[in-house]
């Protein structure tokens, strides 16, 4: 059974940072691989991806991110701890969300999409003063 859990969030004012975590159990890794991604979700609105990584045997990590996250988001990988990273830098207020962890194998052009991810987390909440 996979799991997901995540771990990390909390309230930090503008400007500040956060590292979310997220230690992921139960997984096959099958070729090719698979999409792990960060989403978030604010009150009201709906869920949008901010980062994806695509996993395989290789141990390359490449990684995407969505524009309004780019240059101030990280995500990362440690294979030893089964355990996926979201380092968030430059924290805004519109930041303010309640932030999952998903894996699946989305077609590449929706790797940010929620659509195509079949497993999730029980989500962080990140809130950014300013």
């Known amino acids: 059974q996979v799991q997901l859990v995540e771990s990390g969030g909390g309230s930090v004012q503008a400007g500040g940072s956060l590292r979310l975590s997220c230690i992921v159990s139960?997984?096959?890794?099958?070729?090719?691989?698979?999409?792990m991604g960060w989403f978030r979700q604010a009150p009201g609105k709906g869920r949008e991806g901010v980062a994806s990584?695509?996993?395989?045997?290789?141990?390359?990590?490449?990684?995407y991110y969505a524009d309004s996250v780019k240059g101030r988001f990280t995500i990362s990988r440690d294979s030893a701890k089964n355990t996926f990273y979201l380092e968030m830098s430059s924290l805004k207020p519109d930041d303010t969300a309640m932030y999952y962890c998903a894996a699946g194998s989305p077609f590449s052009s929706r790797r940010l999409s929620p659509d195509g991810y079949k497993y999730w987390g029980q989500g962080t909440q990140v809130t950014v003063s300013s």
């Open positions: 990584a695509w996993v395989s045997s290789t141990g390359d990590l490449p990684t």
């Open positions: 139960g997984m096959t890794y099958n070729f090719p691989g698979f999409y």
